[in-house]
């Protein structure tokens, strides 16, 4: 049995948890601000989809041609705060040299091969540890408002369908009968079979840290400010001083770039950040999650209402929200969806994204002791689960199934 130290309770780091402790461990997960906060962590405020279809990386060749469009647009889903550019602009040199059709592809297969498993990650968990009433088993809806737009996706749908991805295309006719209460927007629809959505993510992640905590997981809410990796062991200074532990696995999200650096490894991480808005007591509205594919965002029945959550700015994480997403946010998802009324809460948190679309899985350049789990930009849910089995695998030295080298940080050298 080894005593870990798991930084981070958000989906990766509570499935981490998890797996290790299956294993036999000693597991202590650090997070200053607890389990479900509403405080920035993409845990919290996602749109609460198992999104095992979303294989394709926002570095995509089309955003030589859409950028311009993008950045000038007031309908745009991104914005960049332009007093950012000077400490973005690494990052989005980076981020455009992989948005050529070959680098992005690589991104994409490597994506569908982690996606393809995602599931395995859960089903143990939400059995064991009574979580199946936060699941509701409806596949998800992505949705075109005009034909433009849905032949512009072409090349997506087939590059999903050519990495094993299943989808279906519906025409206006079965949107509407589908989802009665949208408006009559929309063209075309896909539906991707396998999905599912959490009706709470946050009340998922705390019943999950509960049970938990009932098995011997110790939660410290506090901060780590340093790692140092040694011979036989790393020592976690924390808040409240510090102690020795065997090993010790990063999942901090958009807050791990520090520990990496202090590990031997300088990752580009950086932050995309999402919005949301939720629409109390009209859940029976849509009975899936409904996404609008121009205008960037989901819109998902929970169990306080509908929460439309989305877009991105390139911030870092800056906590000043952005008026214009949250205006585009509300006046769409009005335009949506019949009868929403006014939204009641804003959200703003910190989805954690590296230049080529893909997280950091593996073990520190300085200490295989230290193990990485971040910077699973918009699918942290998604691959939480299976993350967190890597996690546990590289700790008991267990022979991989996947092969982790897209992932590995050293990429970034």
């Keep these: 049995m080894a005593k870990v130290a798991v930084v981070g309770a958000g989906f990766v780091g509570l499935s981490s948890a998890y797996w290790l402790m299956q294993d036999g461990h000693d597991v202590t997960v650090f997070d200053p601000q607890g389990v479900g906060a509403n405080t920035g962590g993409a845990s919290y405020g996602n749109a609460g989809t198992f999104a095992n279809y979303a294989c394709i990386p926002v570095n995509n060749p089309s955003v030589f041609r859409d950028l311009p469009r993008y950045l000038l647009s007031s309908q745009s889903p991104l914005r960049v705060r332009w007093s950012y550019l000077p400490m973005l602009a690494p990052w989005l040199a980076q981020f455009l040299w992989h948005s050529t059709p070959s680098r992005y592809t690589h991104s994409a297969t490597a994506l569908a091969a982690l996606l393809g498993r995602a599931q395995d990650g859960y089903t143990a968990m939400v059995q064991q540890a009574g979580l199946a009433s936060f699941i509701r088993q409806k596949e998800c809806l992505y949705l075109y408002s005009g034909a433009a737009a849905f032949k512009a996706s072409q090349g997506t749908l087939a590059l999903r369908e050519s990495l094993g991805v299943p989808t279906r295309v519906v025409d206006r006719q079965e949107v509407q ?104 007591g009209v859940s029976d509205l849509i009975s899936r999650p409904v996404g609008w594919a ?10 306080r209402g509908i929460r439309v959550a989305g877009t991105v700015e390139l911030a870092g994480l800056n906590t000043r929200k952005h008026p214009g997403l949250l205006q585009l946010l509300t006046h769409s998802s009005q335009r949506a969806i019949h009868g929403l009324g006014t939204p009641t809460e804003q959200w703003l948190g910190y989805r954690p994204t590296l230049p080529d679309g893909l997280p950091v899985l593996g073990r520190a350049s300085k200490s295989a002791r230290v193990i990485y789990a971040f910077g699973h930009q918009h699918i942290g849910l998604t691959l939480g689960g299976l993350s ?3 996690v546990a695998d590289l700790v008991a030295g267990r022979s991989s199934t996947m092969d982790l080298g897209p992932y590995a940080a050293s990429r970034f050298r």
């Design 177 to 280: 009968a589908l989802e009665p209460q949208l408006n009559p927007l929309f063209d075309r629809g896909v539906l991707f079979p396998g999905s599912w959505h959490l009706t709470d993510p946050a009340g998922f992640l705390m019943s999950l840290s509960a049970w938990l905590a009932r098995g011997g997981m110790q939660l410290r809410a506090e901060a780590v400010r340093t790692l140092s990796p040694q011979a036989q062991h790393v020592v976690v200074d924390s808040t409240s001083g510090p102690e020795a532990y065997d090993h010790v696995a990063i999942c901090a999200g958009a807050f791990s770039r520090g520990l990496a650096a202090q590990c031997g490894d300088k990752v580009p991480l950086d932050t995309e950040r999402g919005y949301h808005l939720l629409y109390p």
């Design 294 to 303: 121009e205008r960037g965002f989901y819109m998902t029945p929970m169990a």
């Design 388 to 390: 967190g089995t890597v």
